[in-house]
């Protein structure tokens, strides 16, 4: 029986690395194919001054006249080696750049994610169990205008509510980090560097938090209403422990997957929140290599961030099957 599960789990993830394989290569030939569109790559490098014919030199120096086929297998095997390109901004690797970005990116997407689990989970559960109280009924009205209003909007509005009327938080940057090590810089060692990242991280919160409270709420009804439920109640069991403990574990296995899916997709959705915030993180260097048509550093953007994404389904995957091995098997045998 284990010997068979196994295998089951050996062969699902064999097909979620052909799978994720699949995916990365069709973001890396999306990403490629659009940076013809984006600008020449001679006018960011030596301008307009430069003569025709070195400039065709150039393009011949640099493969630029080879065809699209054979320019995206020498890209592809550049990527496989780590080279993504090289900046032309910066003058150095792409990948380098974003690593130094990257960490800054992460630090928000964890500070909105903790405030999203920390207060859907209550409020997707206090409103599923007294679904008609006045506090359930305000909590469910506040999750549609949450909503209805864009990211950017709620960070420009909470700029001039706490920075600039009340001055209770900063406005912009990361403010005093520590560094832990590598490119890896933390907000979350010292006060200065939790004021700096507390309104980016409820700004960014703010697209996903009502998602998961409407998401709880109505999973979280669906189970009260199953027939263990209703056994629990009439063994005597103490409602906190149906609640948190029975109820609850059944309503988060569907979240998990969701919630998943979410969190990958947040690092894509930092773009505005960290352009209104001066956030120094991928979002923020994303729109200004579009600004200075920097090639190198947008497709290799497109290819961190699809790898994020994808790890992370994978990974959420992994662990739905873990919490429900029933799912899992199911899914493998499929």
Do not use: C
């Given at each position: 029986?284990?010997?068979?599960?196994?295998?089951?789990?050996?062969?699902?993830?064999?097909?979620?690395?052909?799978?994720?394989?699949?995916?990365?290569?069709?973001?890396?030939?999306?990403?490629?194919?659009?940076?013809?569109?984006?600008?020449?790559?001679?006018?960011?490098?030596?301008?307009?001054?430069?003569?025709?014919?070195?400039?065709?030199?150039?393009?011949?120096?640099?493969?630029?006249?080879?065809?699209?086929?054979?320019?995206?297998?020498?890209?592809?095997?550049?990527?496989?080696?780590?080279?993504?390109?090289?900046?032309?901004?910066?003058?150095?690797?792409?990948?380098?750049?974003?690593?130094?970005?990257?960490?800054?990116?992460?630090?928000?997407?964890?500070?909105?994610?903790?405030?999203?689990?920390?207060?859907?989970?209550?409020?997707?559960?206090?409103?599923?169990?007294?679904?008609?109280?006045?506090?359930?009924?305000?909590?469910?009205?506040?999750?549609?205008?949450?909503?209805?209003?864009?990211?950017?909007?709620?960070?420009?509005?909470?700029?001039?509510?706490?920075?600039?009327?009340?001055?209770?938080?900063?406005?912009?940057?990361?403010?005093?980090?520590v560094h832990v090590f590598g490119y890896?810089?933390?907000?979350?060692?010292?006060?200065?560097?939790?004021?700096?990242?507390?309104?980016?991280?409820?700004?960014?919160?703010?697209?996903?938090?009502?998602?998961?409270?409407?998401?709880?709420?109505?999973?979280?009804?669906?189970?009260?209403?199953?027939?263990?439920?209703?056994?629990?109640?009439?063994?005597?069991?103490?409602?906190?422990?149906?609640?948190?403990?029975?109820?609850?574990?059944?309503?988060?296995?569907?979240?998990?997957?969701?919630?998943?899916?979410?969190?990958?997709?947040m690092v894509a959705y930092t773009i505005?929140?960290?352009?209104?915030?001066?956030?120094?993180?991928?979002?923020?260097?994303?729109?200004?290599?579009v600004n200075r048509v920097d090639t190198?550093?947008?497709?290799?953007?497109?290819?961190?961030?699809?790898?994020?994404?994808?790890?992370?389904?994978?990974?959420?995957?992994?662990?739905?099957?873990?919490?429900?091995?029933?799912?899992?098997?199911?899914?493998?045998?499929?």
């Amino acid at each position: 029986m284990n010997h068979s599960k196994g295998g089951g789990m050996l062969a699902y993830l064999v097909k979620r690395l052909f799978q994720a394989i699949a995916v990365m290569l069709a973001i890396s030939f999306i990403g490629f194919a659009i940076q013809d569109n984006l600008g020449d790559p001679l006018r960011e490098l030596v301008g307009q001054s430069v003569s025709e014919e070195t400039r065709q030199q150039l393009r011949d120096e640099l493969g630029l006249n080879d065809s699209f086929l054979t320019q995206y297998v020498r890209f592809l095997g550049n990527a496989v080696q780590g080279d993504l390109g090289t900046s032309y901004f910066f003058k150095e690797p792409a990948l380098d750049v974003i690593m130094k970005k990257l960490p800054a990116t992460l630090e928000l997407v964890l500070g909105a994610t903790l405030i999203i689990v920390g207060l859907s989970v209550p409020l997707g559960v206090y409103t599923a169990i007294k679904p008609n109280s006045i506090p359930s009924k305000i909590i469910m009205g506040a999750s549609i205008v949450g909503i209805s209003i864009p990211v950017f909007l709620t960070a420009i509005l909470m700029i001039y509510v706490f920075s600039v009327e009340l001055h209770w938080l900063p406005s912009y940057g990361r403010g005093d980090v520590v560094h832990v090590f590598g490119y890896w810089d933390t907000n979350f060692a010292n006060v200065d560097g939790w004021a700096h990242i507390l309104l980016p991280s409820i700004a960014l919160a703010s697209i996903m938090l009502p998602l998961f409270v409407r998401l709880i709420r109505a999973e979280m009804m669906e189970v009260l209403q199953s027939e263990y439920v209703k056994y629990a109640k009439a063994k005597g069991i103490h409602p906190g422990r149906i609640y948190f403990v029975h109820a609850l574990k059944n309503t988060l296995l569907p979240v998990i997957t969701v919630g998943g899916v979410q969190i990958g997709t947040m690092v894509a959705y930092t773009i505005l929140t960290e352009t209104v915030f001066q956030w120094p993180g991928m979002g923020f260097m994303f729109l200004e290599a579009v600004n200075r048509v920097d090639t190198p550093l947008i497709v290799a953007y497109l290819i961190v961030v699809g790898f994020i994404f994808v790890v992370t389904n994978t990974i959420v995957d992994l662990i739905y099957g873990l919490v429900n091995p029933t799912v899992n098997l199911a899914r493998m045998g499929a």
